[in-house]
């Protein structure tokens, strides 16, 4: 009956090193590459800035069309949606930082 609980332990064992050893890490031995992410975050931006962009262009859009005034109020409305189409964006950024600041998350 041991016998049989140390085969299940060790092919459980077994298939979790597998499977970790599945996984790669993308950036390893590429730092001499380029990306636009490995560009972004040389210049000192984590992913903590990007999500506080994001909300902050949520809440200026959201500024900018509930007090748009003056006499073309149909260009501030256009640039209030424009603002508001950023926010996927900076999110986007910051989980794509986060792979960086976070290796194997």
Do not use: C
Not at 4 to 18: D, I, L, P, R
Not at 68 to 75: C, I
Not at 79 to 104: D, N, Q, R, S
């Amino acid at each position: 009956m041991t016998d049989t609980s140390t085969k299940v332990q060790h092919a459980t064992g077994s298939a979790k090193e597998a499977a970790a050893a599945d996984v790669m890490d993308l950036t390893e031995g590429r730092e001499d590459i380029p990306t636009p992410m490995r560009a972004v975050k040389n210049l000192g931006i984590t992913s903590g800035m990007a999500y506080t962009a994001g909300v902050a262009s949520i809440f200026l859009s959201l500024a900018m069309w509930f007090f748009r005034r003056g006499g073309n109020r149909d260009t501030a409305e256009r640039l209030a949606i424009f603002v508001g189409l950023w926010p996927p964006t900076f999110m986007a950024i910051g989980k794509a930082l986060e792979g960086y600041e976070h290796p194997g998350r």
